[in-house]
Every structure is written in structure tokens, then in C-alpha cells.
């Protein structure tokens, strides 16, 4: 499922529409940026807005649709790999996985 763009249908059915190709060229490791969550469907799994794209990621931590994530990019290939980055100090890192 990884690496694509997704719409969602009635009935909470994503389809890909087209490839994160243009997404990779713009992302560097060690790069932070923002992101929104779109929704949470199914166990893990959260689909997030990433500068007009539309990510299918796997987390173990549960969002709610709306909030906004900043990440770290870790790694491009073979699959994006972003570090949660906490609004608190307190708060520990969790990794997020494109599918």
C-alpha cells in the first residue's frame, strides 16, 4: 500500500491516485515538517495530509482527525519513516511508518 496517494470513498475505502514521487524530491532526512491527521481507520493505521498529499501511515499511537503533527523525516527509501515530534518537553518520540 506504501509510497501512494490516496482519496477516500464512501464507506471509509482509500484508493491510490497517484504516486509520492514528487513528495520524495521535496523531503530531506533530518527535515522537520507539518502535517494533519485526515483520519484513523483500521488497527495502526492514519492517513495524513503531507504538503497537498495524502500519506496512508502506520502508528501505534491513536489521533484524533484534526491534529496537527509535526514530524521529522528519517528516512525516504525504501518507505518514508517519520519521528513524531511532541509539543511538550515531556512528551517521547514515537515513530511513524508509511505502509
Given at each position: ?96 511508518t508509511v505502509e
Amino acid at each position: 500500500m506504501g509510497g501512494y496517494n490516496y482519496h477516500r470513498l464512501p464507506g471509509g475505502i482509500y484508493l491510490p491516485v497517484d504516486n509520492l514521487d514528487q513528495l520524495k524530491k521535496r523531503l530531506i532526512p533530518g527535515q522537520r515538517i507539518k502535517s494533519r491527521v485526515l483520519d484513523q481507520f483500521g488497527q495502526h493505521q492514519i492517513l495524513l495530509r503531507v504538503w497537498n498529499y495524502n500519506v496512508l501511515t502506520h502508528s501505534e499511537t491513536e489521533f484524533e482527525p484534526g491534529t496537527e503533527l509535526t514530524l521529522l523525516v528519517e528516512a525516504i527509501e525504501p518507505r518514508f519513516q517519520f519521528r513524531l515530534i511532541p509539543e511538550r518537553k515531556d512528551s517521547s518520540m514515537i515513530n511513524v511508518t508509511v505502509e
